[in-house]
């Protein structure tokens, strides 16, 4: 079982990098997956969209190979982003138009979303209604919303008594969701006939 785990912030020693370590470190310490492929989108590696992707652009091909090999090896994925003014960051929305469907299609995924106070729930909403449609990731019916992110999943003694249990319990529980999910869904991948050229994208 091969776990890819997406930071999604922009930001250099962001939070979410933060909780995309500590979900990492998870999953293999518990045994939930024999390998955690982790990909930070800190200070936008990825340059923006355009149609050489699709036209088969030497530099995008360079760039996008060995990602595209660790995304299509992966069994289910973590997509961890912060809550900017409401929003998924740009370069996250960036990292969803870069792939087909060979890389994600019908994998299971874990959306977890980071607030520095108490919000978190709209990127969950936008990561539902529009990162989707065309490579075919399958958001699982539980999510994760870490809020006041800086006092809890700290490796030393600075988190809040009440809160840092409680998502620790709930980050175990998820990822346990996703690997079930994960296992579920490779068998309908192998039964094959789940792609069509006519029907590439989805409606």
């Given amino acids: 079982m091969k776990i890819a785990i997406i930071n999604g912030s922009h930001r250099p020693n962001a939070q979410s990098a933060k909780v995309a370590a500590y979900l990492a470190d998870l999953a293999l310490s518990k045994g939930l997956a024999d390998q955690v492929y982790r990909y930070d989108l800190t200070d936008n ?30 069994d289910g994925f973590v997509i961890v982003t912060p809550e900017w ?18 890389e994600l299609a019908h994998k299971p995924a874990l959306i977890t979303s980071v607030s520095a106070g108490t ?32 006092r809890v999943l700290n490796e030393g003694a600075d988190n809040d008594p009440e809160s840092d249990p409680y998502y620790r319990r709930r980050a175990d529980y998820a990822l ?6 994960a296992s579920a869904l490779q068998q309908m991948r192998s039964a094959g006939g789940l792609f069509d050229g006519e029907f590439k994208n989805g409606m």
């Avoid at 138009?97 to 060979?102: A, F, G, T, V």
């Fill in 45 to 74: 590696p990825l340059p923006f969209w355009d149609e050489g992707v699709w036209q088969g652009d030497q530099a995008w091909e360079e760039r996008l190979q060995p990602i595209s090999e660790e995304l299509a090896a992966s």
């Fill in 85 to 102: 003014h409401g929003m998924v960051p740009s370069g996250l929305k960036n990292f969803f138009l870069l792939w087909s469907n060979q």
């Fill in 119 to 150: 919000g978190g729930a709209y990127p969950v909403a936008e990561l539902r209604m529009s990162s989707y449609k065309n490579n075919r990731i399958c958001y699982i019916p539980e999510q994760l919303i870490i809020r006041n992110v800086a």
């Fill in 176 to 181: 346990g969701l996703l690997v079930r999910y």
